[in-house]
């Protein structure tokens, strides 16, 4: 049975001491939050793949393993050629279009063949960014840096602290509940379940085999959750609270250069009328 833990990429940190790690996190927040813009709010084929090579650019920028960030896409496959089934035959075809095959409401069109791939392209390109991002910012660091960007909304008694509290809990929980699916996995197989052993184009037979992990799953996050509380409350935590920090962040040209080549490229790919 193959490792689950070593398939999720999103939520772990790389430390590589790139240029990128070494970016100030307020400045990477920003840039990170404007290629997700790009590319979700294209869609062109061929924008799409633009922002997937840059995705692919911010990776050896940042010193990443490109094997490593793929393995994060592996999990998702089923997923996507479910997506993909569904959006192809139920696609509903242009007026005027010219339709290659009809069976009833399914259907088979230029246009549905180009929203697969736009689609495809879009969801792998996210799964990247989000994976550059989170490999190479420390969970203190994106705490403290969407903070410091959601401070001035405190004047309107946003909870800004709680809020990149939640986020950072987010994104560490994620890890943490894939080894908990690892272990439950292998708790299940060792009792005979045919878990680890169905292939993956049988898909059906993979999802029955992963149904009942799902509430035992949920009842351990619950109780890591309560833990969670619990210990925060031992420590002093009451929310509201304005806090202090130890270290203070300083920007540098080297930010504002990245974030600015970042919007232009991001404004230019949106901006040009791609032939598909």
């Known amino acids: 049975m193959e490792e689950l833990s070593r398939r999720i990429t999103i939520g772990q940190y790389l430390p590589t001491g790139s240029t990128i790690h070494r970016m100030d996190p307020r400045f990477k927040l920003v840039a990170f939050v404007i290629f997700i813009v790009a590319a979700s709010s294209s869609y062109s084929v061929i924008a799409n793949l ?56 399914l259907n088979l069109s230029p246009s549905g063949v180009h929203l697969v791939a736009a689609s495809v392209i879009k969801f792998f390109s996210i799964v990247l960014i989000v994976s550059t991002f989170t490999l190479s910012t420390a969970l203190t660091e994106i705490t403290r840096g969407l903070e410091q960007l959601l401070r001035p909304l405190s004047k309107m008694r946003f909870p800004a602290h709680e809020v990149a509290l939640i986020v950072t809990i987010m ?13 439950l996995m292998k708790a299940q197989a060792s009792r005979g379940a045919a878990i680890g052993t169905v292939p993956r184009w049988q898909v059906v037979r993979r999802v029955r085999g992963i149904l009942p992990l799902i509430v035992p799953l949920f009842v351990n996050a619950l109780r890591r959750g309560e833990q969670l509380a619990l210990a925060m409350e031992a420590r002093g935590y009451v929310p509201g609270l304005t806090r202090s920090s130890y270290s203070s962040m300083r920007k540098s040209a080297r930010d504002v250069v990245y974030v600015l080549v970042c919007l232009a490229f991001c404004i230019g790919v949106l901006a040009i009328p791609f032939p598909i």
């Open 50 to 105: 633009i922002v997937f090579i840059a995705a692919i650019a911010a990776l050896a920028l940042a010193k990443i393993p490109l094997r490593f960030a793929l393995n994060g896409l592996v999990p998702a496959i089923p997923i996507v050629v479910i997506m993909m089934v569904f959006q192809l035959l139920f696609h509903q075809a242009q007026k005027g279009e010219v339709v290659w095959w009809q069976w009833g409401i």
């Open 171 to 183: 994104l560490r929980f994620v890890p943490t509940l894939a080894e908990e699916a690892e272990r």
